[in-house]
């Protein structure tokens, strides 16, 4: 293997070896605790523009699935980072996308953990300078970019594309609706509900979203937000986000219902959360390890969202009675 470099902003550089394309990459470094499902993390939407490690050891154990068990059509991963891999370069190449193995993950965990995440760059080839993938729209990016139906319930949804993972789809499907999954930036057709979907950035980038939002908020059906969509939701009706130190990426994230001692755990990926609730809405899950605000819900409109995601993929199922939540205002 080629020797290649992992540089970060506070000038840390860290020597390793490259597998997958053989090119240098820059964008945010970011960490994920999850012991398996690498294959739906690195084909989730909302990874794109992040450089992503993982802190389990051994990454590859079980291969690379068929396409149609991805959340995609893709690697989005700008890098990864591995202690030990199998299987992963054909695929990573195929994508050209650079990975990195170095000898102590854990270590470089616990500079994310302490310092929060850096933007970085994977050096094989030739220098970069690094991006910073924040101050960019990345939604639009990852989003479709023409309006498909699926399914021919009577209830009709329609999924905002902020860069969905597939099983958001397939998870409605199973509740016989149609579904009409439409752009990020496109108008909402007539309907009986929307869900927002998850996506990458900061949410504060993804305006036109934010603007069709504030015209949903005039009607009075359902609406549903999943991660991005739960940050897009709050702004939208008058809310506030912010970046979070180091972000939640996983699959063990406990969230507390509010009002009881119910504990979920959840699948979760994002650098952004709700600061300021907006008028008229109530929390309706905690982070239970930072006291994070994990979802919202409104008074008396049928308008709610939640930060991780309930279609998992990976992860715990523990929370897809969101979707019969939603559903059951339609």
Known sequence: MTTATLILTDGTKIVGQNFGAPHSQGGEVVFTTGMVGYPESLTDPS??????????????????PPSSAWESHRIWTSGVIVSQFLRLDPWLKKFNVPGIVIPDTRALTLKLRQHGVMLGKIVIDQDIPIPNPNQTNLVAQVSTTKKTTHGNGQKHVVLVDCGAKKNI???????????????????IPNCDGVVISNGPGDPLQATTTIATIKKLLHHNFPILGICLGNQLLALAAGGTTYKLKYGHRGQNQPCLLENTHRCFLTTQNHGFAIDKLPPGFTPWFTNANDRTNEGIRHRSKPWMSVQFHPEACPGPTDTQWVFDEFIKYL
């Open 47 to 64: 990874y794109c523009g992040q450089i992503l490690l993982f802190t389990y050891p051994l990454i590859g154990n079980y291969d690379v």
């Open 169 to 187: 789809l397939r998870s409605l499907l199973t509740h016989h609706l149609k579904v009409t999954v439409v752009p990020w930036n496109s108008d």
